[in-house]
């Protein structure tokens, strides 16, 4: 209850400093700090709870204003992208989360394009995404850092194969 709590906080905390203040500092080029924190929960938790805080987070980012975008288009994009960073994250979550990372922009565009969006092209897509990418991949340790710190305590007398069964509870 705890852990689900904590991740809550931590994806709202996310969206108020993106709308507040990332996005107004710069709206083109700025690393997307929601998908960052939801694929660092989905790193280090698994493959089923990353999708759901990737859903949920992406359904809030949805609903944030200006929404100029369908409804649930990034909540698919980040449930997928929580799901496959669940599952790479076992291993090395940073490699999980800086890779799903840079696909997500280009994800994110070929969705709104299937959708019918009429600002994406790919004279558009070509010119956002590597800076978007680049953007993610220079935060994405610092954000997997921030996350993580939580799930770095170990409980007295825990071992690594107690901390692995825990790992896939939700």
């Keep these: 209850m705890l852990r689900n709590l904590t991740a809550a906080l931590l994806v709202f905390a996310a969206l108020v400093i993106q ?15 929601v998908l960052l924190v939801v694929l660092s929960l989905a790193a280090l938790r698994g493959p089923l ?11 809030a980012y949805d609903l944030l204003p200006p929404a100029d975008h ?3 288009q990034y909540a698919l994009v980040m449930c997928a992208l929580g799901w496959l960073a669940g599952r790479l994250g076992d291993q090395l979550p940073l ?3 800086m890779s799903c990372a840079v696909v997500a922009p280009g994800l994110a565009a070929g969705l709104g394009a299937l959708l019918g969006d009429p600002g994406v092209s790919w004279a558009v897509l070509r010119a956002a995404w590597p800076p978007i990418a680049l953007c993610n991949l220079l935060a994405a340790p610092v954000v997997l850092w921030a996350v993580s710190a939580p799930h770095r305590r170990r409980r007295p007398g825990e071992t690594e194969s107690m901390r692995g069964w825990r790992r896939g509870m939700a």
Excluded: H, M, Q, Y
């Design 19 to 33: 709308a507040g203040f990332v996005n107004r500092l710069s709206p083109r080029i700025a690393p997307d700090l």
């Design 49 to 59: 709870p990353g999708a759901v805080i990737g859903f949920c987070g992406g359904l």
């Design 70 to 72: 369908p409804l649930g």
């Design 95 to 97: 490699l999980a989360v």
